[in-house]
């Protein structure tokens, strides 16, 4: 994966519905579960973590749906708020 840097900034593609789920299934970047297929944005921002040094920064730019949308993997997505918060 390379080595972990200070920061990400990241703006992903919005609306994928085919963003490999099948294939990365098992990828060693999903540090808190696997991302579910209907919530692409999860897998970006697990992305992201899976990069950052201990105490590093990301930033994405998230469509607003995903702040209201209703979380098909509650536990992924709290996971990965509770990822942010520790690093």
Request: with cysteine; hydrophobic share 40%; net charge negative.
């Given at each position: 994966?390379?080595?972990?840097?200070?920061?990400?900034?990241?703006?992903?593609?919005?609306?994928?519905?085919?963003?490999?789920?099948?294939?990365?299934?098992?990828?060693?970047?999903?540090?808190?579960g696997?991302?579910?297929?209907?919530?692409?944005?999860?897998?970006?921002?697990?992305?992201?973590?899976?990069?950052?040094?201990?105490?590093?920064?990301?930033?994405?730019l998230?469509?607003p749906?995903?702040?209201?949308?209703?979380?098909?993997?509650?536990?992924?997505?709290?996971?990965?708020?509770?990822?942010?918060?520790?690093?």
């Amino acid at each position: 994966m390379g080595d972990p840097v200070d920061a990400v900034v990241c703006h992903p593609p919005f609306g994928a519905t085919n963003w490999g789920d099948d294939e990365l299934g098992h990828d060693p970047r999903w540090i808190v579960g696997t991302t579910p297929r209907t919530e692409p944005e999860l897998a970006w921002v697990q992305h992201a973590l899976a990069h950052l040094r201990v105490g590093g920064h990301a930033v994405l730019l998230m469509p607003p749906a995903v702040a209201s949308r209703r979380a098909g993997n509650a536990s992924v997505a709290n996971s990965c708020a509770e990822a942010t918060c520790a690093r």
